[in-house]
Nanobody, 113 residues
């Protein structure tokens, strides 16, 4: 029903921060769950964070305390605030419904000195 487009990736130093945006072509109000996923080189795609209707969130253990997912329904946007970034966070990041539909292009996050 809606298309999701990721943006905000880039090159950051270890310990730095980035905020990713997932902009929907239509209203996200009423969608039960939207997640951020990532795929690092040589690794399977993994679910990083999920925003659930009503305000609940879930995070992978590897990012707990560092990443925050949030929704702005008025702007049809889901954000992923990433703090204290590590080299292990380097990956292509995707947003999608949970469970996911076909994948978009994602946005590259590279954490390196």
């Amino acid at each position: 029903q809606v298309q999701l487009v990721e943006s905000g990736g880039g090159l950051v130093q270890p310990g730095g921060s980035l905020r990713l945006s997932c902009i929907a072509s239509g209203s996200i109000f009423g969608i039960y769950a939207i997640g951020w996923y990532r795929q690092a080189p040589g690794k399977q795609r993994e679910l990083v964070a999920v925003s659930i209707s009503g305000g609940s969130t879930n995070y992978a253990d590897s990012v707990k305390g560092r990443f925050t997912i949030s929704r702005d329904n008025a702007k049809n946007t889901v954000y992923l605030q990433m703090n204290s970034l590590k080299s292990e966070d380097t990956a292509v990041y995707y947003c999608n419904l949970e469970p996911p539909r076909p994948w978009g292009q994602g946005t590259q996050v590279t954490v390196s000195s």
